[in-house]
């Protein structure tokens, strides 16, 4: 019998070829091509099915279940549907197993609740449980075989179960290594053939890679339901959690958790940690908007001289490319000249700002660092910057002021046309150069 030829793939994108190249043809990747065994083909013995048009399809509305962790709930879109895959990625050290673990906790209160772990001991796994408490009804699996995975959850059935991780599956019949393109993809398409069948949903743990993304084959983003995203530093107690696809539910929401000695803490009111502002040029409150949560957080700029030739703008919690024309606008339109001089911009502590919303904030907090005045005591802003230096108004305003007021601010620096509530006084401008004229102290002083 003729050997089967060899397969080549790719550890980054999936391109698979029939011989080994130094540079992925697919991504551009060097040294990515791994050798993979080649597939086993056999004679089909599937039967066709019958058709159904969609009018004869009946849909019963699933009752989702409570992970029992609100800020997980919300990410989720209110809850984890039945026969879900759902993907968790994050950084090492952040916190992904022990937000599950906790889950895990409270859903083995009314419900089965499975653990399958391949990267620690049942013993190590149960001295985390005990530092968390409430865990004594989770079930555990220490296994890596994929198969036993799989024939494990359809005989048990638990309504619930986290695999920690997917890449630490692996297929027998491969001959790939645990963790490669071929191995990730296998297990992912097994495990949603199993949470389908059997309505089992399922968290998947997945490592990223040093860009930041989920490691393995984008096809794995692609199968599952939902992507969810823990961020957060390390050396920091906060953590934030997004979700980049969701099926069942908003992208725009955001969970934030406190990391303590007792694990992972859902903080109910962020806006009270991260909107504490500092009575010193370069700081503003900006009041943003995560899905339907207003989040009020403080973004410090520092502006200083620079000898380079090309200065540099660096953003830590903002897009580069927004900050780059927020400083052009400041420049051509509000007359605060930043050619000569470095902006480097941060958003405390360790939040990441996407929406438009915020470049006012930003913008605000940039010509304060600048002329050294600071920014009046207790008002706080949002606000879209244009290219031509007007302000346009932003969505949902009114729950915006409301987060401010509630926080203590008396002021809100606003874009004209943005309708007054009762509840806060607004402070309106129409253009970049009048937000910095009306928000900044004369003298640098704080009275306000």
Not at 76 to 82: D, E, F, N
Not at 427 to 446: F, H, K, M, N, P
Request: with cysteine.
């Amino acid at each position: 019998m003729a050997k089967a030829a060899t397969v080549y793939a790719c550890s980054e994108c999936g391109y698979s070829a029939g011989r080994w190249f130094g540079k992925c043809p697919g991504c551009g990747t060097f040294g990515s091509l791994v050798e993979e065994a080649p597939a086993d083909v056999r004679g089909s013995t599937a039967r066709a099915k019958p058709l159904l048009r969609l009018v004869d399809v009946d849909v019963e509305e699933a009752e989702r279940i409570s992970t029992g962790v609100p800020e997980l709930d919300r990410v989720l879109g209110g809850g984890l549907v039945p026969a879900s895959l759902v993907l968790v990625g994050g950084e090492p050290g952040v916190g992904k197993s022990t937000l599950l673990l906790s889950a895990l906790s409270a859903i083995s209160a009314d419900r089965r609740a499975l653990l399958v772990t391949g990267e620690e001991s049942t013993a190590q796994v149960k001295l985390r449980a005990q530092r968390l408490g409430g865990a004594e009804r989770v079930e555990i699996l220490a296994e890596t075989e994929l198969e036993t995975v799989c024939a494990t959850l359809e005989r048990e059935r638990p309504d619930v179960c986290v695999i920690d991780s997917v890449q630490t599956l692996y297929a027998p019949e491969l001959g790939s290594a645990p963790g490669s393109v071929a191995q990730v993809r296998e297990a992912a398409g097994r495990l949603l053939r199993v949470a389908k069948e059997h309505r089992v949903a399922t968290f998947l743990v997945g490592h990223v890679t040093k860009e930041g993304s989920v490691a393995g084959p984008r096809v794995l983003e692609h199968l599952v339901d939902c992507v969810l995203h823990f961020e957060g530093d390390r050396y920091r107690s906060h953590r934030v959690l997004r979700a980049v696809k969701n099926r069942f539910g908003s992208t725009n929401e955001l969970g934030v958790f406190e990391m303590t000695s007792a694990g992972l803490v859902a903080v109910e009111d962020p806006s009270e940690i991260f909107g504490r502002a500092e009575e010193q040029p370069g700081s503003a409150v900006v009041c943003t908007l995560e899905g339907t949560r207003p989040l009020l957080l403080e973004v410090q700029a520092l502006v200083s001289p620079t000898d380079l030739a090309m200065p540099r703008r660096v953003g830590t919690g903002v897009d580069p490319k927004r900050l780059s024309m927020i400083v052009a606008v400041l420049g051509r339109h509000a007359g605060v000249a930043l050619g000569q001089a470095d902006v480097f911009v941060n958003v405390a502590g360790g939040v990441r700002i996407d929406e438009p919303g915020a470049d006012l904030g930003v913008a605000l907090a940039i010509a304060s660092a600048a002329r050294n005045r600071r920014v009046h005591s207790g008002i706080a802003c949002f606000g879209e910057v244009g290219l031509t230096g007007r302000l346009r108004p932003v969505s949902q305003a009114e729950r915006r002021l409301a987060e401010c007021a509630k926080l203590g601010f008396a002021r809100a620096l606003v874009p004209d046309g943005t309708e007054s509530h009762g509840r806060i006084a607004l402070a309106a401008a129409g253009t970049l150069r009048q937000a910095i004229e009306t928000g900044l102290d004369a003298d640098g002083s704080s009275k306000g």
